[in-house]
């Protein structure tokens, strides 16, 4: 059967023309995602991730593109908003905004800190304000490229990515009890 045939299957209700489709793909999936995101942990919760986003929009596929593509499409997606997610939490492991404050990993209190770290940090994101506060949870929690924001919030990208900036600065100014400057305000 072909693509078109199988995904009309499942939207009649045939469960197993899904797994065919998911057979058909499942390692092109996989190897694009081990591409992107480097590892097979990652690659594969990537794969999964990818075939049960499909399976539950399946009724929003149009057949503008093939179904590959369409697949394609999604789970190169979700890989950069893995890859992403992995560089913001490298980047505020390694910078000032929560390095300073969690102990090493031999530390007993380790735990007990990291929870103190992540209240003051939901804390100041939850002083941002509140289109700044929108674009860091949209993007560092949610994962959403600046494009998917910019359609969810209805305004720019060039302003989207002023607002994230804005925010972890003041974010990091936050974290360091530091407070803003009058040059730091602007």
């Known amino acids: 059967m072909t693509d078109a045939e199988l995904v009309q299957e499942v939207r009649n209700g045939n469960r197993r023309a899904f797994t065919q ?4 793909y499942q390692e092109r999936v996989y190897w694009t995602a081990r591409r992107l995101v480097g590892n097979h942990e990652d690659a594969d919760d990537v794969a999964q ?5 499909a399976y539950l929009a399946l009724g929003e596929f149009r057949g503008d593109a093939s ?3 369409w697949l394609y499409r999604i789970s190169v997606n979700l890989a950069l908003n893995t890859v992403r997610k ?7 492991r390694e910078s000032s905004l929560l390095a300073r404050f ?5 530390d007993p209190l380790r735990e007990l800190e990291q929870k103190e770290v992540r209240s003051r940090l939901d804390a100041a994101v939850a002083r941002l304000p509140e289109k700044q506060r929108a ?5 560092f929690y949610d994962g959403l490229s600046y494009e998917e924001i910019s359609q969810v919030l209805k ?8 607002n994230y900036h804005h925010a972890l600065n003041k974010l990091r100014l936050s974290m360091n009890d530091e407070t803003p400057t009058a040059k730091d305000a602007d």
């Open 21 to 24: 489709l998911m057979r058909r």
């Open 49 to 53: 991730e990818t075939f049960v986003k």
């Open 67 to 69: 179904f590959f593509t």
């Open 86 to 92: 992995r560089q913001v939490a490298s980047y505020l």
């Open 102 to 106: 969690l102990p090493s990993q031999d």
């Open 135 to 139: 674009v860091f949870v949209l993007r």
């Open 155 to 162: 305004t720019s990208v060039g302003g989207l990515k002023a």
